[in-house]
C-alpha cells in the first residue's frame, strides 16, 4: 500500500558531502513524520534525524551542525544533507515514515530498503 522510495548515498570522502532523498507513495491519507535511521555493521540501528509534519525536527549528537533535514510535504519526500561527513558515518540509512493509510483509523512505521552510506579515503 506504500513504498518509500530512496536515492543518494554512495562513497564520499572524509570531510565529504553527499545527499539523500526519500519520496513516499501509494495509498497516503496523512504522514505524522519522516526520517532517517542508519545501522553499522554490528551496531542496532538508531534515529539519525526526524521531522514532523509540523517541522519539528531532531538530531541525533552525533550529526548536529553537520547534517539537515528537511521534507517537501506536498511531494511526501523528505531529504538528508550530510556535511562534514566522518568515517564513522559509515552504515547503511534507511527511510522511515509515520504514514496513515486511506480507509484505515491507524498510523504504522513504513521503512525504505536502504542506501549505503560509506565514507573513507
Known amino acids: 500500500q506504500v513504498q518509500l522510495a530512496e536515492s543518494g548515498g554512495g562513497l564520499v570522502q572524509p570531510g565529504g558531502s553527499l545527499s539523500l532523498s526519500c519520496a513516499a507513495s501509494?495509498?497516503?491519507?496523512?504522514?505524522?513524520?519522516m526520517g532517517w535511521y542508519r545501522q553499522a555493521p554490528g551496531k542496532q540501528r538508531e534515529l539519525v534525524a526526524s521531522i514532523t509534519s509540523g517541522g519539528a525536527i531532531m538530531y541525533a549528537d552525533s550529526v548536529k551542525g553537520r547534517f539537515t533535514v528537511s521534507s517537501d510535504n506536498a511531494k511526501n519526500t523528505v531529504y538528508l544533507q550530510m556535511n562534514s561527513l566522518k568515517p564513522e558515518d559509515t552504515a547503511v540509512y534507511y527511510c522511515n515514515a509515520v504514514i496513515r493509510v486511506k480507509m484505515s483509523r491507524y498510523e504504522h512505521d513504513y521503512w525504505g530498503q536502504g542506501t549505503q552510506v560509506t565514507v573513507s579515503s
Open positions: 501509494g495509498s497516503i491519507f496523512t504522514i505524522s513524520a
